[in-house]
C-alpha cells in the first residue's frame, strides 16, 4: 500500500509564498507520476503540477512560472512550491500518486488526506 502523507498550507496574504510536502511510503511499489491537485468550493478538482518518474514536469496554465514541484528523492518526499499566490488560489490541494507493486500489477492511484490553502487578498 502507498500512503502519502501532506503538510504544509494554511493562511497567507496574496502575493506570499507556501510550500507543501507530501511524504510517499510504500518502498516495494513504483511511482510513475506524482502529482498536485486542487479543489475550491463549488468548483472540480484539477491538476495543479504534476512530475513523472523521467523528471519531466507539468503545469496548470493558471500556475505556470508560479509554482514548482521540486523532489527530494532521499526523503520520499515532494513539495509543490507556490510563489506569488492569488486569492484565486485558494483552495484543499492534494496529493496524488500513481503506483504499482510490480510490472504484472496495473497502476493504481493514491491521494493524500488533503490541506487547506488560503489566501487573503
Known amino acids: 500500500q502507498v500512503q502519502l502523507v501532506q503538510s504544509g498550507g494554511g493562511l497567507v496574504q496574496a502575493g506570499g509564498s507556501l510550500r507543501l510536502s507530501c511524504a510517499t511510503s510504500g518502498s516495494s511499489f513504483s511511482v510513475n507520476y506524482i502529482a498536485w491537485y486542487r479543489q475550491a468550493p463549488g468548483e472540480q478538482r484539477e491538476l495543479v503540477a504534476g512530475i513523472g518518474s523521467g523528471g519531466s514536469t507539468n503545469y496548470a496554465d493558471s500556475v505556470a512560472g508560479r509554482f514548482t514541484i521540486p523532489g527530494d528523492n532521499a526523503k520520499n518526499t515532494v513539495y509543490l512550491q507556490m510563489n506569488s499566490l492569488k486569492p484565486e488560489d485558494t483552495a484543499v490541494y492534494y496529493c496524488?500518486?500513481?503506483?504499482?507493486?510490480?510490472?504484472?500489477?496495473?497502476?493504481?492511484?493514491?491521494w493524500g488526506q488533503g490541506t487547506q490553502v488560503t489566501v487573503a487578498s
Open positions: 496524488y500518486a500513481q503506483a504499482r507493486r510490480s510490472a504484472s500489477y496495473g497502476w493504481t492511484a493514491y
